[in-house]
């Protein structure tokens, strides 16, 4: 069933944290199997090899450099750590009758943290325009998620005008700072500078090469950002992150800026496949939930 909430409906609910409970618990029933897991296993340390014992896990470099014999240790990883991280720029609160991209954002964010919580894995909240705004610790406790939901419930608020995205910095920022393998979850319509596209591809490709796994909810409003479905008669377009204002009629640009966004949207998404990060398409005016929940279903047939 399609659902789509606005900061009203959720503000009606009390607040995210309960919403989010609400929701989890009625579509996570439906799964046989959780949909994330912790990663197998981690390189730990070597130890020097035994007389007898298996080969399997020397490492030949090492010997090649000492003539020695030592044996790859690793460590049980049964826990996962996942990076939410949500960009707060200005046009991520569009449309603003009801804050829709923020609405998808907050509230996917929120159910895959309390998902997450139950199973006892370890949480943490980034939130971004330019730079970085807040950086939680990632740790597992319930005091620690009620604050991330005390966070999320924040990001509802009136937004703060003209706030750009610089989200390939930000990316190169938050690789750096995470030193062990990790779920990374980024919620942003990634309406950067299109003249820095290649920084924000290298910037994903940094959290692959530093084996983190990658979600990237690419979320929209399809009608109006993406198709340009707007009536045939005189508007004054506003810049939400630079204030820039033009007027005139959509039927004047329609072609040009279908294709441009077009164009940049493939690429995002061919990249995303390149470097195997999941490109997840959300368009808000499927609601977060169904979006959500068809995702979930799908990772947990492919697991």
């Not at 960009?87 to 609405?103: I, V, W």
């Not at 009608?223 to 959509?250: C, H, M, N, S, W």
């Not at 195997?276 to 492919?302: C, H, N, P, S, W």
Request: net charge neutral; glycine share 4%; hydrophobic share 35%.
């Amino acid at each position: 069933m399609k659902q789509s909430l606005n900061l009203g409906q959720v503000r009606s609910f009390g607040n995210v944290e309960f919403l989010a409970r609400q929701l989890v618990e009625g579509f996570i029933t439906g799964l046989h199997k959780s949909p994330f897991h912790g990663f197998s296993v981690e390189f730990a340390e070597h130890r020097l090899y035994n007389t007898g014992e298996t080969t399997r896990h020397i490492d030949w470099k090492v010997f090649g450099k000492t003539e020695k014999l030592f044996v790859k240790r690793y460590e049980e990883e049964t826990n996962l750590r996942c990076h939410l991280l949500i960009d707060t720029s200005s046009s991520m609160y569009y449309p603003e009758a009801d804050y829709g991209k923020m609405t998808f954002s907050v509230m996917a964010a929120a159910c895959l943290a309390y998902m997450l919580q139950r199973q006892k894995d370890a949480v943490s909240l980034t939130t971004f325009a330019d730079q970085i705004d807040l950086q939680t610790p990632i740790k597992s406790t319930p005091s620690h998620v009620h604050k991330l939901f005390t966070q999320l419930d924040q990001l509802m608020q009136q937004p703060k005008p003209l706030r750009k995205t610089s989200a390939a910095e930000v990316i190169h920022q938050v690789a750096e700072k995470i030193n062990k393998r990790s779920l990374v979850v980024i919620f942003s319509d990634m309406f950067d500078n299109s003249e820095k596209a290649d920084a924000l591809f290298s910037a994903l490709q940094h959290l692959r090469h530093n084996l983190h796994e990658v979600l990237l909810f690419h979320v929209t409003d399809k009608k109006t950002e993406e198709d340009f479905a707007f009536d045939e008669r005189p508007y004054e377009f506003i810049d939400l992150e630079t204030g820039e204002k033009v007027k005139l009629q959509p039927g004047q640009v329609r072609d040009t800026y279908q294709q441009a966004v077009k164009t940049y949207f493939q690429e995002l998404k061919m990249r995303c496949g390149q470097y195997k990060i999941d490109f997840i398409e959300a368009d808000i005016a499927q609601g977060f939930e169904q979006i959500l929940t068809a995702y979930l279903v799908k990772r947990t047939k492919m697991r």
